[in-house]
């Protein structure tokens, strides 16, 4: 089709729906199983890097924190490009930007260039996600058929997290760990071709456009150094100098951000939006699903690796029921969505989490993946599906048309700091209950409990979920 035909780019979304909209949800929906591959896939591939390079083990790690902290710390500064730029234009810059990091990451010739590349990756993937999710809202208008697209996204987001345990082993021992970076090439250009000619632009500010600097800068440091913080707690201690100080110029830096916002003319993000009781509660709900769903999935993989002796593809394959679960909970929650409202949705999701979490609490040593997980991750994955469903109806309905980027920004930075939480949070409770013991029993009562501190995020989240359905009656009356 011809791209004279697109309509205008800073016109709204239409009243009549636009006939390539499923084709642009696909397209979109590619662009982020990619992103969400290239924050798992690196894991399996670290002993292969580590060789290659002759890094220190905690030096590895890096090759995956930094894509992690990059991604996290400037997904704000991401999403408002959408809003001032364009949200499919700064996509596609988002898409270019990360093939060629991927091609620089393959290419990579010392170890700190490959870091380097996986930062510029980090910061790709920070435009490419709220962008995307911008581009969705202005595509598929408020009501059902958004919410089904907000489900096929969530579903997507879980099985790429899956897809990237699956397929990152082979790849690496039969082709290389070049090639974990390589196989985003030709998603790339695909997104490259067929971007201009399916997404829709989204509206664009009027005026004189503002960056904010010293907003997006003090709140970018607040994310990066807060998630830096938690992603080295468990080995730092929560209670060290090192990770208190690092809190504390969160909490500093984020002050300084509320401060800057307050008295600009241009702010990052207009502090009114937090006047909205759905977009508070649903960004608690999203940071506290991210927290249950990856400190979940962290320990699951600790539990079926250190006890059950699984291989990395073996556990892969056993995560698929927790992922085809997710899949199919966020596309019932979509359908249902506009029949029940969000907030039930979320009850109920939250409700799946939490069993789904106690019912993990009773592994054993001894145990097997159908006597001690496999019901647990059944109803684990159903929760993930429909919390994260109605956690983004809740974050995103009522945004204005130019402030989607924004919205989508924050949105997606409240699920990466709730995910580094979870993680560390999970491996503070295992390692303080087992005492660095590598015994069997020990390693299963530290995972046990851990497992239970996740269902305690899960029973907030419950709390926060009743919480929003009495503002919905209050409102009402």
Known sequence: MSTTHLPDASAPAPSTPDPRRWKALALLCAAFFMVIVDSQIVLLALPAIETEFGFDPGNAQWVMSAYLLAFGGLLMFGGRTADLLGGRRMFLVGAALFGVASILCGLAWTGEVLI?????????????????????????????????????????????????????????????????????????????????????????????????????????????????????APEAGWLSGRTLWMLAGAVVLLALFVVVESRGKSPLVPLRIFRSGSLVGGNILMLLVAMCVYG????????????????????????????????????????????????????????????????????????GYWTDLFIGLVVF??????????????????????????????????????????????SSVAFAVTGGSTDKAALTDGFSAAFLACAIFAAIGLVTALLLLLQRKKTAA
Not at 310 to 337: D, E, H, K, P, Q
Not at 407 to 424: D, E, H, I, K, R
């Open 116 to 232: 380097g590349a996986r930062l510029l990756q980090g910061l790709s993937s920070a435009i490419m996600t709220p962008t995307a999710m911008a581009v969705l809202m202005n595509t598929f208008g408020e009501g059902a058929e958004r919410n089904k697209a907000l489900g096929i996204w969530t579903g997507i987001g879980a099985f790429g997290a899956t897809a990237a345990l699956l397929i990152g082993g082979p790849i690496t021992d039969g082709l290389g760990w070049e090639w974990i970076f390589y196989i985003n090439i030709p998603v790339v250009l695909a997104v490259l071709f067929l971007g201009p000619r399916l997404l829709r632009e989204t509206p664009v500010r009027h005026g004189r456009k503002s960056f904010d600097p010293l907003g997006a800068l003090t709140i970018t440091a607040a994310i990066g150094l807060l998630v830096y913080a938690v992603v080295v």
């Open 381 to 426: 994955g159903s929760g993930i599906g429909s919390t994260n469903v109605a956690a983004s109806i809740a974050s995103l309905s009522g945004a204005r048309p130019e402030e989607s980027g924004l919205v989508s920004g924050l949105n997606n930075a409240t699920f990466q700091v709730g995910a580094a939480l979870g993680v560390a949070i999970t």
């Open 296 to 367: 979940g999935a962290f320990v699951t993989s600790l539990y079926a690796q250190q006890v059950l002796g699984y291989s990395a593809v073996r556990f892969g394959l056993s995560t698929a029921v927790y992922a085809v679960m997710s899949i199919i909970g966020a596309n019932v929650a979509a359908r249902l969505a506009a029949k029940i409202g969000y907030k039930a949705i979320a009850i109920v999701g939250m409700t799946l989490l939490g069993t789904g979490l106690l019912l993990l609490t009773a592994i054993s040593p001894q145990g």
